[in-house]
């Protein structure tokens, strides 16, 4: 018969299963890894594989048109030599010109839904572009001698102050909704269209107020569109900035809070939008829902981070509006549809099933 020590542990009692120790509660918890970073790795070959389809969206945009452009052409410029001189007068200048707009025209829209902190504004929808539109017209009736430079600086100027207004009158609207803002830029952008149209029919400056309102690319050549260029610069300062658009669409106070200047922030925004919208406007006329559709599909990718944003919504925006062109052009051959017709039905379309996913997630 065996003895026990008193201070052993006690036998179970029959019937009872011996109970597991338990462990003790861990003081310091390890952190969970955080997504963001393999997310970021996991989107650059994404961004590669679109910075690809746009520059084959860009080959393809070369070799399209009335006159006859190929390789072979090309290849061989002692015997076409005419296929050379429209490569480098028209297709050229003209997938640049299309490039740039779309890339300056997203990215614009990306500032202009962080300054108005709303996913559903652009400047084509918050009355940004028919200010500026109002402002050439006023040029070419007080100072129709003034250069390109100048009419483009007075349109800027037009933009920035409708644009000031727009978010002046949203300040004044105590419970804003999602689906309001909008409307309100709709109504504020009929009525400087109004007032343009007014005075334009007064002046017989109708034809001119087209070419304005509708985006042509098919008068653009080499010497008509380098003003563009100003608006990719544009691009990349709001890059260079991107972290501080980043914070100011956390609001006001927030950006007060880290030591940044809300108000020098949002002047900041609102000039490079007025200033690109206005070189689009003057150069090639308005193009919709760049700006509204191309920023909502890359936050679905990349998020809301307006650094890691920009890239993409570049590349997607020049995508975007390359492809238009490219149906424009091919739909009606040898006669061709405005890009600006075909980015409203493609981006109207987009525009309602953002708005029915928007309802649906809410409901």
Request: hydrophobic residues 55%; glycine residues 8%; contains cysteine.
């Amino acid at each position: 018969m065996s003895t026990r020590s008193p201070d052993s542990p006690s036998l179970p009692e029959p019937g009872f299963a011996p109970r597991a120790p338990v462990a003790a509660p861990d003081v310091h918890p390890r952190p969970a890894p955080l997504p963001a970073s393999g997310a970021k790795r996991g989107a650059l070959p994404l961004l590669a594989v679109a910075t690809l389809a746009v520059l084959a969206l860009a080959g393809t945009s070369l070799l399209i048109g009335v006159s006859h452009v190929s390789w072979d052409a090309l290849l061989a410029p002692a015997e076409h030599q005419r296929a050379a001189q429209v490569l480098v007068i028209s297709r050229v200048p003209r997938t640049l010109a299309l490039m740039l707009a779309g890339m300056s025209l997203a990215v614009a829209g990306l500032i202009m839904q962080m300054l108005a902190r709303n996913r559903f504004v652009e400047p084509f929808t918050a009355g940004t572009a028919e200010s500026a539109s109002l402002g050439l017209l006023a040029v070419t009736i007080f100072a129709p001698s003034l250069p390109v430079l100048a009419r483009t600086a007075v349109a800027a100027g037009f933009a920035m102050a409708g644009t000031a207004l727009f978010l002046l009158i949203l300040r004044r609207i105590p419970l804003r909704s999602a689906l309001i803002v909008p409307v309100v830029g709709l109504v504020l952008g009929a009525i400087f269209d109004a007032v343009t149209t007014f005075f334009a029919y007064r002046f017989s400056l109708l034809q001119s107020l087209m070419a304005w309102t509708t985006g042509d690319f098919s008068s653009v050549l080499r010497g008509r569109y380098e003003l563009l260029w100003g608006a990719f610069v544009l691009t990349v300062v709001a890059y260079v900035v991107a972290d501080r658009f980043t914070v100011a669409g956390l609001g006001e106070a927030f950006t007060t809070n880290l030591g940044l200047s809300h108000p020098r922030i949002m002047a900041l925004g609102l000039a490079i939008v007025a200033m690109v919208t206005a070189v689009v406007v003057a150069t090639v006329g308005m193009i919709p829902f760049i700006g509204l559709v191309v920023p909502n599909v890359v936050s679905l990718i990349v998020g809301d981070n307006a650094r890691r944003s920009i890239p993409w919504v570049a590349v997607l925006g020049a995508g975007f509006v390359l492809l238009c062109d490219i149906v424009g052009r091919v739909v009606r051959q040898p006669y061709e549809i405005p890009v600006g017709t075909v980015a409203g039905v493609v981006g109207s379309l987009v525009f309602l099933h953002l708005l029915l996913r928007r309802n649906d997630r809410v409901g």
